[in-house]
Structure formats: structure tokens, C-alpha cells
């Protein structure tokens, strides 16, 4: 399957990091005028953006670079990499220390995606809708029920499933995200990883 002008041009500036028009020209054999027409494309996208450089002498040039929508145009690639470095770790590290490890991540994880809320004073429904943003700004799909004495927090998928089909550690960050909106830890009743139809945590309703 042949690839793309506008993905040789990605794949370039993944490999760079940062090129004018004439280095991605030259880098993907074609004219300069004809690697413009599809910068712009992808930059329309949001894949790649630009800067000005400037220098003693002359005018300053556009230089172009990925951006994180444009990074995450490999997926696949990052996938192996991080499960290869997970299983080194694992290999390395005694299992309590790993455990810890995946919790102080998902801990800091949960602090910087809720550091500016103001759920203090919230009523536990209202924190459950602003959980229910926030992790879908993940890439979680959640929704919430009320049963009983109890509130259910369902989670439809996981943005991490194929890191936990092998480590399971990583369902500690949907865990942290909920008691840290919530500030009640959840208990955890089923697991898409278990071959359940989706993730269930269960929160007490206050007294």
C-alpha cells in the first residue's frame, strides 16, 4: 500500500521534530510549491503547527512541527513502545513497588486534570456530571445512575483497554479520577478486562 505525500509529511516531522517547506520538500522528493498546498491541509486539521524563526539577517521562516493531535496519528507505535517499557518494569521491580508506582501516577494524573475544579461544596450529583466531562475529555464514555443508598458510575470504555488486557494496574487511574471528583473511593464491581459489558464502580450516596 503506497503512502500518502500528507503522511510522509507527518512521518517526517515525527522523525525531525521540526522542518521549513524546503527541508520537507526535499524530504519527500516533491516541489515546494506542491508541499505547501498539503501543509496548509494539515494544518487546517490541526496535525501539524508553525513558528517563526528568526535569524541576524534576513526574514524570519516558518518552521514546522507536530502537534499532539498530530503525534497521535501513531498510535500503534506508542502502544508497543509502552508496553514494552511496562514489562520491563514489571520485570525489574518487585510487584508491590510496581503497584504503588501505577497508583502515584494515576494519583498525579487525577490531581492535574482536577486542580482547577471547585466541587468543595458541590453536591455529590453535581460532582458526578463534572466527572462525567472530565473523563470524557480522556476518552471515557460514563454515565451515572442512582440505586438505592448508592450511586453507580458506569463506564462504557477505557482510552487504556489494551494496556490493561496485560496490566491491569491501569484501571487505578479511572479508580483515582472518581474518588478525586467525588472525594469518596469507589468500590470497583465489574471490569470490561473480565469480560463484563462495561466497567461498574459503586460510590455510597451521603448521609
Known sequence: MSISTQERVLKTLLLRQECTINELAESVDIKPI????????????????????????GRPRLVYSLTQKGIEQFPKRYLSLTLRLLKQLKESLPEKMVGELFRKIAQDMAGEL?????????????????????????????????VGDTYHIIEANCPYHHVGETHREIC??????????????????????DGDAHCRYIVPAPE
Open 114 to 146: 482536577t486542580e482547577d475544579l471547585e466541587t468543595g461544596n458541590l453536591p455529590l450529583e453535581e460532582r458526578l456530571n463534572i466527572l462525567k466531562d472530565l473523563m470524557a475529555t480522556e476518552g471515557f464514555t460514563v454515565a451515572w445512575k442512582k
Open 172 to 193: 487505578t487511574v479511572s479508580q483515582e479520577l472518581i474518588a478525586n471528583v467525588t472525594d469518596v473511593p469507589p468500590t470497583q464491581v465489574t471490569c470490561i478486562l
Open 34 to 57: 506542491s508541499v505547501r498546498h498539503h501543509v496548509n491541509k494539515l494544518e487546517a486539521e490541526g496535525l501539524i503547527a508553525s513558528t517563526e524563526e528568526r535569524h541576524d539577517v
